[in-house]
């Protein structure tokens, strides 16, 4: 998907919301236990529910990944259903040398057919370039969603580290600005410091962020917006536990629906606020 | 598999020889592909053909991934397959928030059972906790190998991001001494930088560091040695596609245990000069 669609799906559906699929099997409703694939059950029911409220869902890898070979059956039987106008995100945190990347490219935009997958950004360039550089990623609008500020405590530890001009977070912002651009390459920005996205705004206007930490983590969407809106809306903002686990029971999919219509009923306000 | 019990092998074997399992469908030879499994068989043979002479397999968890499910069935039938006194290395660099390193957690160290992860650090603490802390896995021998100063040429790009008294690996490696010690926490260092072992064993003296880079990469095992080995040997140093694809043919598991005799036998040599 390329950015124009992006944006025109969010207009059209007065939406920037993310779901993140962070399914896990202790924590689904029981009931679901009898049918073969209860990972793609609940999952097929939360996008049955939501799909008209939300512009992306965002597979958690880890939580697949929990349940082995079947696990990415279940994970490749989601992205086979989930449909094609809603972006698609592999929250899978890769980054490795050059040639690894190119086989985590190969597995989330080949074989999986996402449309981008969220990238750490430890081992720089080359680890970041396999996923942005192919003319195929390229012709197919491919997009890698580069961790610049994550919405954890322990962002703190190196993510803050000052060279004296700048902090880290702020290089991988700059720097990586040299290795794509806003067609192709998006930043995951946490919601629990909207204070930075004022920052952040000025290094990359034109980017989507991806806003994890509104709901379980903490994250006000109204500060998240302030500071992070910009003319594009530019915002992907993610609630995963809020809504998928929003009840437990047979009508956990209302329940679902209803926590992820509160939230794009508060989005749309916010977009007619500035004119969208 | 505990400190100890690493240490043990390593002066029994005379190797701190560590094989990266990047198995490559297009690599392979052509014949095994009308095995069942090829990517298995492929591993079997090699496993079987140098299990003597390494004390270390790591599966790079990309290669695998690029076959979806199927993949990770190569991969469970691989790591059961490995000797229990071998150690095993899941090459995964993963990383996110607690709830999610803790799915990570749970799918390499008890759906896969290795016995160790690679882990990057941009996250900070509570990403990687989640891989040291529970009590099971204290019980259990496992290990984080945490990505400090990687072979690539992107390591330029933020690793030594310069806070005016240290570099971003340096702030790494001391802080990281905080969540874990010797007998859990291991360290990437790259091959490529033997000159910066020196440096890193001022801060992390007794722990293990693995050492990807000798090889195709270009680094020097004789200058890794130089600066790298502690009194407990205290590396693991890899090499993955020197000595899997020594060999292209019928022959590929004999070309694969040359290539990793002869690594072997410098490892032996160097031992012996420090009195192991």
Chains 1, 2 share one sequence.
Do not use: H
């Not at 961790?147 to 700059?174: M, R």
């Not at 629990?192 to 379980?216: D, H, Q, W």
């Amino acid at each position: 998907m390329n950015k124009k669609e992006l944006i025109n799906q969010i207009k059209q559906k007065q939406s920037f919301l993310c779901i993140g699929l962070d399914t896990d099997i202790t924590k689904i409703p029981q009931y679901l236990l009898k049918e073969d694939d209860p990972i793609f059950e609940f999952n097929k029911q939360i996008i049955d529910a939501t799909k008209d409220l939300c512009v992306a869902y965002k597979p958690n890898i880890a939580f697949y990944e929990t349940m082995g070979a079947k696990g990415w059956e279940s994970l490749q039987k989601t992205i086979d259903y989930i449909p094609n106008e809603i972006f698609t995100i592999a929250d899978a945190k890769r980054g490795d040398i050059g040639n690894t990347s190119k086989m985590y490219a190969k597995a989330f935009f080949e074989t999986l057919n996402f449309d981008s997958i969220t990238v750490a950004p430890y081992m720089g360039e080359d680890s970041v370039k396999p996923f942005l550089d192919s003319d195929n990623y390229r012709n197919d609008n491919k997009w890698v969603i580069l961790l610049a500020l994550t919405s954890n405590k322990g962002a703190d530890d190196f993510q803050f580290f000052d060279n004296g001009e700048k902090k880290l977070f702020q290089q991988v912002l700059e720097q990586s600005k040299q290795w794509g651009n806003d067609e192709n390459l998006m930043y995951v920005v946490g919601a629990t410091r909207p204070e930075m996205l004022k920052e952040i705004r000025k290094i990359v206007p034109n980017s989507f962020l991806l806003v994890p930490g509104v709901g379980a983590q903490g994250g006000s969407l109204q500060e998240v917006c302030k500071y992070g809106l910009n003319n594009d809306v530019g915002l992907l903002v993610n609630s995963s536990r809020g809504i998928i686990y929003a009840g437990n029971d047979e009508n956990f999919a209302t329940s679902a629906r209803n926590a992820a219509l509160s939230i794009q009923t508060e989005m749309a306000s916010l977009l007619s606020e500035i004119g969208n």
